[in-house]
């Protein structure tokens, strides 16, 4: 991985002819463009096949709602045909599996906004409502592509094919992440488009710092002409003061759109959104001050916040709207009439989605009904306590007399545990050198992590922290890196680095053992109960 004393190799005290010069900006501000080459999108599709192999494989099974799956595949089942979500009766599950069930003609009171259920009534839509595949087919795709997506941004963050393949890989063989990507939950999707609009917000960083350096070249060389006006000088004054306007950021309204769907799939999202916003805005004031900028920071909120604050969260939050879309064109939604008998100065339509927001949060934050696989959000680091998605015992046949088969939303422990590790190292590194890499990987975790700690008595479950697998897998890969670089800056030699290679890759060796041996309960196979029991490591995990 790229050091700042590899990029910077030169004096930093330069002459402003120098120092303001494109080709001096871009030495300053970017790293050289890293191209993934034919080598590099072979790897990606090897590893995108390999990840649908493993979450695409007898995805039906069960054939049965198993979990939360019997609200969000009802709900979807609605939304697809009335545009909002229907109640049902109790004990329909058999029935609707059967494609004889219906749900009742009144408005179902539901907590979590409609993108993440459009998405699995997509799947069903192709390939039938009765279908355990067509309602869990979405997931699977989203987990897969989540694969693809990990690879790609590792290897623009590291510049480095090997680093980005161990990426990859843990991603792929991930014991957490396979089971989210097999099942009809909503968080596998918060994930996808949590991490594809931070890919988006990777490349912003990019054409934004392209953007600066093209700005105040063009700034500079312009105050610099023997026939500079007065307006030219006054331009650079402002300029060499706060810097330029960088003008509409492309990246930035994808990250918008994207992150708009996040929260219409969780509202656990917004945590995404601060984060995020934060995180562009200080990339930006952090290449102000690298280019030269003197008041780098009021210019970076001012000139960027503040349109930074418009593509993210203002087109976020139409985005989210349109997600209400079903809802909104319906006069049977729950609470889609509360403002018709109100007085507001609102439209009605806006009222009463204010007031359904207001109804849902309240019972978010104060959630508190137990379940026997809630847990802390303080044990999620350690996987102290993975859901039961499925326990079946009877009609399970295996090769010993008492078998079963099931669905444990477990982490693959050495990736899991190496994780917290990594994510302590890039704590220490982010706080002696500032790493920009280290900051944004230890943003999107906190963000994911961190949210639920403020309601520690509200019921939570651990299968929340799939929204940030790909950044503990990305905070592994950096610490490699990491390792990698030492040796190859030491000048050890040729024999160290080949040490280092080989540690790593016998670290994933390692991972992928361990995932062979906990898959059969991760995917519902049937183990005789000893085989069963001697994969429960700890009793919290029974």
Request: aromatic share 16%.
């Amino acid at each position: 991985m790229s050091t700042t004393q590899q990029r910077f190799p030169h004096d930093w005290l330069q002459p402003a002819s120098e120092a303001f010069s494109l080709a001096g900006l871009k030495a300053r501000l970017l790293y050289p463009t890293f191209h993934l080459g034919r080598t590099g999108w072979i790897i990606a599709a090897i590893l995108t096949v390999a990840a649908g192999l493993l979450r695409f494989w007898n995805l039906s099974h069960p054939n049965e709602l198993i979990f939360d799956e019997t609200y969000y595949v009802k709900d979807a089942y609605s939304l697809w045909h009335f545009g909002y979500e229907r109640s049902w009766d109790d004990d329909v599950d058999d029935a609707f599996i059967a494609g004889q069930a219906q749900p009742n003609d009144d408005a179902a009171y539901v907590v979590h906004p409609p993108a993440g259920k459009w998405l699995i009534g997509a799947g069903m839509a192709l390939f039938g409502y009765d279908s355990a595949f067509g309602w869990r087919v979405t997931a699977a795709l989203a987990g897969t592509l989540s694969v693809l997506l990990t690879f790609i941004l590792a290897a623009q963050l590291f510049r480095s094919l090997f680093l980005a393949s161990v990426a990859g890989l843990l991603l792929t063989i991930e014991g957490h992440h396979i089971v989210m990507s097999r099942t009809a939950l909503l968080d596998i999707f918060l994930m996808l488009f949590v991490l594809a609009a931070f890919c988006a917000l990777v490349a912003d960083r990019r054409w934004g710092r392209r953007r600066l350096a093209t700005e105040l070249a063009t700034r500079y060389r312009r105050f610099t002409t023997t026939d500079a006006t007065d307006y030219d000088r006054t331009q650079w004054q402002k300029t060499a003061t706060y810097g330029p306007w960088l003008g509409l950021r492309p990246w930035r309204i994808v990250a918008g759109v994207l992150l708009g769907i996040a929260v219409s799939i969780k509202l656990s999202g917004l945590a995404f959104v601060a984060a995020f916003g934060l995180l562009t805005v200080w990339w930006d004031a952090t290449a102000r001050r690298s280019a030269g900028v003197r008041r780098w920071l009021p210019g970076a909120v001012v000139l960027d916040g503040l349109w930074a604050l418009v593509c993210i969260v203002g087109v976020g939050a139409v985005t989210y709207v349109a997600t209400w879309a079903g809802w909104l064109s319906s006069s049977g939604g729950y609470y889609r009439n509360w403002a018709a008998d109100q007085s507001t100065a609102l439209p009605n339509w806006l009222a009463s989605l204010i007031h359904y927001h207001v109804q849902s949060t309240t019972f978010h934050t104060g959630l508190d009904s137990s379940h026997n696989y809630a847990s802390s959000a303080w044990t999620w680091p350690f996987a102290g306590r993975p859901v039961s998605f499925y326990y079946r015992t009877e009609n399970v046949q295996c090769a010993a007399e008492e078998c079963s088969a099931a669905i444990l939303d477990l982490p693959n422990p050495l990736i899991w545990w190496t994780g917290l590790f990594a994510i302590v190292i890039i704590v220490i590194r982010w706080l002696l050198i500032r790493d920009w890499r280290a900051g944004a990987i230890l943003a999107v975790y906190a963000a994911g992590q961190l949210i639920w700690v403020l309601w520690p008595a509200r019921t939570m479950f651990f299968f929340y922290t799939v929204a940030y697998v790909p950044f503990l897998i990305l905070a592994i890969t950096y610490v490699a890196g990491l390792w990698l670089a030492r040796t190859t800056q030491s000048g050890t030699g040729f024999a160290s680095r080949r040490v280092a290679v080989v540690s790593i890759s016998l670290f994933v060796l390692a991972a992928l053992a361990v995932s062979a041996y906990f898959m059969p309960i991760w995917t519902g196979e049937p183990l005789s109960q000893h085989q069963w029991r001697a994969r429960m490591w700890f009793q919290s995990w029974i």
